[in-house]
């Protein structure tokens, strides 16, 4: 028989993955030591899913005792060029590159689960355990450690994986299976003396090569922080308003990746350097409709219009004052909070205390109150 690794990789190629690829499930790594670690610091900050999966995230088979080899899918998402250069307008919103197509999960698992049943099927007649289950992206699986583990890339500097042929635009997925396949080799890690990725970044979220410190990431303080963000980062995000791209963009490995073949993951026109103060006006019926199968959608209009604010807080265009003067309006506090923001960043002072002495009598939220007070140009008293 030929090697069943091969026939499975074709199917997965059929269905649009790059990059197919095995590992044992089920031999001791280190990773989930270091994911304790990460935990233990505090450093997945508000993302408390990771706190009460902690032990099951911790190594396949403490999710899935049954687990014995790892299907290392990857997909290429790239766009084809740097997208940095789309930030010097700051009066346009940068939204990552993952997140300019649709929703990657519903893509992904889609496909994922197809393969699964074709791969239970050619196990079940090859007389294997034929049991599958699919993940990617939301399961309790340490993705990226299985991905080097299987020879897909490395785990650069940044944590992400990359790889010598796609460079950093690869989204994972993994099917567990209980049969034993023979593991394709590991991939080394190639960044050697390189820093790019860690100089890039604008938060400074590296406490050290190869950690990161989600608190201080733009990608987690963009989508996975619920409240207001602490003052320090906002001003670091620029345009930035879904997610961050800046230490993949810059590493040296991206001139070998190539345009993603998958359509669905393509950017629509309307997500590449779309208009601050279009954005500004969406409400949540607009919102939802402009973010139709986007992963966007997901952080509801409240979060994405924090983000806008803060964005508009950068933009120095005072042809935004409007905008952020009229969401001062908005029913959420997390909105008119970070209206305030964008304010006191836009207008000069005597304008900005004029404002804030109109409107903090009527304000009765204990948050958005904080902001006038912390954003005044000089104190002001409580209640002033
Ligand atoms: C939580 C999470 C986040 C968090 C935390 C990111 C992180 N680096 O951990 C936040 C919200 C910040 C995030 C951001 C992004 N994410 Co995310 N995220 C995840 C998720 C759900 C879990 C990752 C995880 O377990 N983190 C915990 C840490 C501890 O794990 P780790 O990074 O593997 O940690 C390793 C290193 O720290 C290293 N290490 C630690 N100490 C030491 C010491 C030494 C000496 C050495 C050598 C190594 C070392 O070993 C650890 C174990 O491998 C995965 C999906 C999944 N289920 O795996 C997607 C995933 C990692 N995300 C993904 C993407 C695309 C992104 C973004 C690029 C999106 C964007 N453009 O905004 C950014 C990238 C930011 C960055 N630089 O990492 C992809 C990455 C694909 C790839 N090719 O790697 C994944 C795999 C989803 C998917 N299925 O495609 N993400
Ligand atoms: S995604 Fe952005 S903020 Fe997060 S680590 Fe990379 S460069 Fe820094
Ligand atoms: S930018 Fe340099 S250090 Fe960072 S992942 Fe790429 S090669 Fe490694």
């Known amino acids: 028989m030929s090697d069943p690794r091969d026939i499975l990789r074709a199917k997965a190629a059929d269905l649009g993955f790059d990059v197919c690829r095995f590992a044992s499930a089920s031999e001791p790594w280190?990773?989930?030591?270091?994911l304790a670690h990460f935990v233990e610091a505090g450093r997945h900050g508000d993302m408390g899913w990771m706190e009460t999966t902690l032990e099951r995230r911790a190594h396949p088979t403490a999710m899935w005792q049954g687990a014995r080899t790892a299907m290392v899918l990857g997909m290429n998402y790239g766009s084809g060029r740097d997208p940095l250069p789309e930030m010097e307008d700051r009066s346009a919103a940068y939204i990552s590159v993952y997140a300019r197509g649709d929703d990657y999960h519903e893509v992904i698992k889609g496909r994922l689960k197809t393969l699964a049943g074709q791969v239970a099927a050619r196990l079940g007649a090859a007389h294997l355990p034929s049991e599958v289950k699919v993940f990617v992206d939301t399961a309790p699986l340490m993705e990226k450690p299985l991905a080097q583990r299987a020879g897909l890339g490395w785990q650069?500097?940044?944590?992400?994986?990359?790889?010598?042929?796609?460079?950093?635009?690869?989204?994972?997925?993994?099917?567990?299976?209980?049969?034993e396949i023979e593991a394709d080799a590991p991939e080394a890690e190639h960044c050697g003396s390189c820093t790019a990725c860690l100089t890039a970044c604008p938060t400074n979220a590296f406490p050290a090569p190869?950690?990161?410190?989600?608190r201080r990431c733009l990608s987690y303080l963009t989508i996975e922080h619920a409240g207001p963000w602490p003052v320090e980062f906002r001003a670091a995000a620029g345009?930035?308003?879904?997610?961050?791209?800046?230490?993949?963009?810059?590493?040296?490995?991206?001139?070998?990746?190539?345009?993603?073949?998958?359509?669905?993951?393509?950017?629509?026109?309307?997500?590449?350097?779309?208009?601050?103060?279009?954005?500004?006006?969406l409400d949540d019926a607009a919102f939802r409709a402009l973010f139709s199968k986007s992963p966007i959608k997901r952080i509801g209009r409240d979060r994405f219009m924090r983000n806008v604010l803060y964005a508009i807080g950068n933009s120095g265009d005072a042809a935004l004052v409007d905008s952020a003067m009229r969401l001062l309006n908005d029913p959420s506090p997390l909105v008119r909070g970070a209206a305030v923001w964008a304010l006191s960043r836009l207008l000069d002072p005597d304008a900005f205390e004029g404002v804030r002495d109109l409107r903090l009598a009527g304000e009765d939220d204990k948050g958005v109150r904080s902001e006038w007070h912390h954003h005044s140009p000089s104190p002001a008293g409580e209640g002033g």
Do not use: M
């Open 30 to 34: 280190t990773a989930g030591e270091r």
């Open 156 to 179: 650069g500097k940044h944590t992400n994986l990359l790889s010598r042929e796609h460079g950093n635009w690869l989204f994972l997925g993994v099917i567990l299976t209980a049969a």
């Open 210 to 214: 190869f950690q990161l410190d989600a």
């Open 239 to 281: 345009s930035r308003i879904y997610g961050c791209d800046d230490c993949l963009a810059v590493c040296p490995w991206n001139k070998f990746a190539e345009t993603a073949r998958e359509a669905r993951l393509t950017a629509r026109e309307a997500l590449v350097s779309p208009r601050l103060a279009d954005l500004a006006a």
